[in-house]
């Protein structure tokens, strides 16, 4: 199932013409052991209508889609996965209203829901800490305002950065409240992991990272020239450069702070994944976690959350 995905717009509009073809692909990945029943966990199930699964064990009902971002969806499977492609196969990503056009959706509503719950399939399960060197610091996002950490008209985001090299590996991205010592802690203890040696500025509520099982590194900035922020935490600068280029660019900015996270998710998803020789591979991948990743109803959507504890 590794190499099972679309390489061309062409190959993909072959694959998935029907509703059936896109079932069936949707099936092999969420079961590619074998059924499951998510009622007594029984092995085998017998077609039934619509596209359903019956249990044999306990005669339990299910789709593929129950229990997945694609639960209750009125959109057809086949819009579902051109909208997969059309977020993964461009370097930046799509906008809600570029999608709707894409799709001939009937509403940019339609569109924006489509796309957060995309990006809550973005951060796989389980997925692996940092380790080794790794950048870690601050950085504002939105409006002009008044300087400082955490000031009011922005909203404050840590950033995380695995050294490979001279490059960057893998990120980690969170909104934060403030930059105390408990939400920057947090974050880095849900991203990096223990023994990983952390570099940050000499910015005070970093202090104690040692006591949490962390090499702690630091390059004080007080009293150097504006230019040393970047020279000693290359990574991080870097990305946050591409971040808010990102959400200028791709986004025009509107991003409310309250969905912020998972535009994060996002960005931290095609960062990540920026070398993959397929784009193909990104469709796949993204179906995948798809498959794997609880419904997310409207209302959830729209209300935004507190920042989420996924950054493990």
């Known amino acids: ?34 059924f499951s029943c998510p009622r007594c966990e029984g092995q085998k199930a017998w077609p039934a209508q619509r596209g359903r ?27 579902w996965l051109r ?64 300087k400082g950490r955490g000031s009011p008209t922005k909203t404050l985001i840590v950033i995380a950065a695995q050294e490979d090299g001279k490059g960057i590996g893998r990120i980690r991205m969170a909104r934060i409240p403030d930059g105390s010592a408990e939400y920057l802690h947090g974050f880095i203890q849900r991203a990096v992991a223990r023994g990983s040696c952390v570099h940050t500025d000499g910015w005070k509520p970093y202090q104690g990272l040692a006591s949490l099982g962390y090499e702690h590194e630091v390059s004080k900035l007080k009293g150097q020239p504006l230019t040393a922020a970047t020279e000693e935490l290359p990574r991080v600068h870097r990305v946050a450069s591409l971040l808010k280029r990102w959400l200028l660019g791709t986004h025009q900015g509107a991003v409310a702070p309250e969905h912020l996270d998972y535009y994060l998710d996002e960005f931290t998803f095609r960062f990540n994944r920026r070398t993959s020789a397929s784009r193909g591979k990104l469709f796949f991948r993204l179906v995948e976690q798809a498959v794997q990743v609880a419904p997310a109803p409207y209302r959830t959507l729209v209300g935004g959350t507190e920042p989420p504890n996924h950054n493990q």
């Open 1 to 34: 199932m590794i190499d099972d995905y679309p390489k061309t717009l062409f190959e993909l509009e072959e694959r998935f013409a029907t509703e059936d073809q896109c079932r069936a692909y949707l099936t092999r990945l969420r079961w590619s052991e074998g």
């Open 53 to 79: 699964q019956m249990c044999t064990s306990c005669r339990h009902q299910t789709t593929v889609t129950a229990g997945t971002i694609f639960q209750d969806s009125r959109l057809p499977l086949r819009s």
């Open 83 to 146: 909208a997969i492609w059309q977020v993964t196969s461009q370097k930046n990503g799509a906008s809600a209203l570029g999608v709707q056009r894409v799709l001939g959706l009937g509403s940019y509503q339609t569109a924006w829901t489509l796309l957060h719950k995309l990006r809550r399939a973005m951060v796989r399960p389980g997925r692996d800490q940092l380790t080794g060197r790794v950048e870690v610091d601050e950085t504002q996002v939105g409006r002009a305002g008044s």
